[in-house]
């Protein structure tokens, strides 16, 4: 799931290249990411993420118990009902798009036509939600079958659905937004339309079935509709974000967005990998009542989680101009775009271990089937979220929004491990922690050495984005070393087991 999704994330900064390079950091720019905010904040509320969290726990439990065939009829309830939901919550949608951004970038009227152009650009990415929520279907019925990288490489087919569409009509549409805003649609269809064939080789099928009263359909709602919340309370916060930052300068949510694309790179890439993969084998052992089991693999995953994602903050720290200047400052994104997305992410950073942690520890209460103590932590975080972000854009504009929203990521991971500890009674908190240590002073030293190699040329202008580019690759590349170097010294079991996992599959391949 690593690999497929570090593939779909390089696509991915590929596709924000393109947008950056042609879009800018504008009004334009803030009214293309406005719209794309509306479908997106729904893909998380009800599909990708809060799907997987109901599905693959109720599959794995059907598979378990039940055979495959039960699991394969569920699937095509499950994967009726979705269709027929959301395809109505899009022509809800659509026909709404006023109100919607009038909700959710509220400083936008006072501006009529970017406020035309944003509910424009809105209607034409809100059947986006369709595809993404039956790609979600078919990406949970894989999961639950411990197939991962070709759901994992679906998102890779999206980028490639938009990137596609800005080469074929870029030249076509004089409106460089909307010819994002159809290639986020045909990427969407994509990203279910790559699945389908795994799907059928696996003995599923996508024959409507309305039998809407099964039993196993209503497990799964009752799984879905608090996950919901609890899974997405990181999107809530960035709609939060978005709009109070409508009524800051313009290019603040642009800004935000971007930062919000670096720091997502960690997060998805490890984070929500680690957490879909780790569901189904925690949704067996909470199915046969091996808590232990369960107990043992939370732990183990945590720590390795954070042994790969606090040397990915580190990094994107110390690293974080050079990264925006050799990624974005192109075409029409200046050195004031620059400046001011360099200054979101750096204060996002501080939020990016919680944020991955909050995959794991989340998954560990859905593979018991318990969303209400998610729910509870949500609830809990987005008070928290509203009210630091408030005070904190008086004093710090944008760069606030993104600190609330690090702080209330790491409130939401806080609370969720003190009720899970609360429950599993036998995590051994101190051994987190202490590798917790080993890993953030193993991070440290290479940040230290990455800032130093990264302050020996300048940063401030664009162009020579190959000579930067082979520099910028350069110092990750010693960064790297450095981290694994301090590592392999103070002895992290994680680092040695990542290590070892390496060389069994270079000596399998090799044999």
């Not at 393109?18 to 879009?23: E, H, Q, S, Y």
């Not at 650009?121 to 809100?126: K, S």
């Not at 990624?327 to 990016?352: E, K, P």
């Amino acid at each position: 799931m690593t690999a497929a999704t570090s593939i779909s994330r390089i696509l991915g900064f590929a596709r924000d290249m393109l947008v950056a390079r042609f879009l800018g950091a504008g009004g334009l720019s803030d009214s293309f990411f406005v719209a794309f905010r509306v479908p997106n904040l729904l893909r998380e509320l009800f599909a990708e993420g809060s799907m997987s969290s109901g599905v693959i726990p109720v599959l794995s439990q059907y598979n378990a118990t039940k055979g495959q065939s039960a699991a394969a009829m569920l699937v095509r309830s499950a994967f009726t009902f979705i269709a027929v939901l959301s395809g109505l919550v899009c022509l809800v949608g659509i026909f709404f798009a006023p109100q919607i951004v009038n909700i959710i970038a509220p400083g936008f009227s006072a501006n009529p036509a970017k406020f035309t152009q944003t509910v424009l650009l809105t209607r034409i990415m809100v059947p986006f939600l369709f595809f993404v929520s039956i790609s979600a279907i078919v990406m949970g019925a894989l999961n639950s079958r411990k197939i991962f990288f070709v759901p994992a490489m679906a998102s890779t087919w999206f980028n490639i659905g938009i990137i596609s569409t800005i080469a074929a009509l870029y030249f076509v549409l004089a409106d460089h937004s909307m010819v994002v805003a159809i290639g986020v649609t045909v990427g969407g269809f994509f990203q279910f339309a790559s699945q389908v064939p795994t799907f059928y080789k696996n003995e599923f099928s996508l024959r409507p079935s309305f039998n809407f009263s099964h039993p196993g359909l209503k497990q799964i709602g009752l799984l879905v509709l608090p996950a919901a919340i609890g899974t997405s309370v990181s999107q809530l916060n960035i709609f939060i974000s978005t709009i109070l930052a409508s009524y800051l300068p313009t290019g603040s949510i642009t800004y935000l967005y971007y930062a919000m694309r670096l720091i997502q790179f960690p997060v998805g890439v490890f984070g929500v990998a680690m957490g879909m993969a780790v569901l189904p084998s925690l949704s067996e052992h909470a199915a046969r009542g091996d808590f232990d089991s369960l107990t043992k693999d939370f732990t183990f995953s945590l720590k390795l989680l954070f042994s790969i994602t606090i040397p990915s903050m580190i990094g994107l720290i110390s690293l974080s101009q050079p990264i925006v200047n050799v990624l974005f400052q192109h075409g029409h994104f200046d050195y004031q775009a620059m400046r001011g997305t360099t200054t979101a992410l750096l204060y996002y950073c501080t939020g990016i271990w919680a944020m991955v942690g909050v995959r794991v520890v989340a998954s560990t209460f859905y593979s018991m089937q318990d969303t209400k103590t998610p729910v509870r932590a949500a609830v809990f975080t987005l008070i928290i979220n509203i009210s630091m972000s408030v005070i904190l854009m008086e004093h710090l504009s944008f760069a606030g929004l993104a600190l609330a929203n690090a702080l209330s990521a790491s409130a939401n991971f806080l609370a969720l491990f003190y009720f899970l500890n609360k429950k599993l009674k036998h995590i051994a908190i101190r051994g987190i922690v202490w590798s917790f240590m080993k890993t953030l002073l193993s991070s440290v030293l290479m940040g230290v050495a990455g800032w130093y190699l990264v302050n020996l040329r300048q940063w401030d202008s664009s162009g020579h984005f190959l000579v930067k580019s082979l520099y910028l690759t350069l110092i990750i590349t010693v960064c790297t070393v450095v981290y694994f170097a301090a590592a392999y010294v103070l002895k992290s079991e994680e680092v040695n087991y990542i290590v070892k996992t390496f060389k069994r599959k270079i000596i399998r391949r090799t044999q």
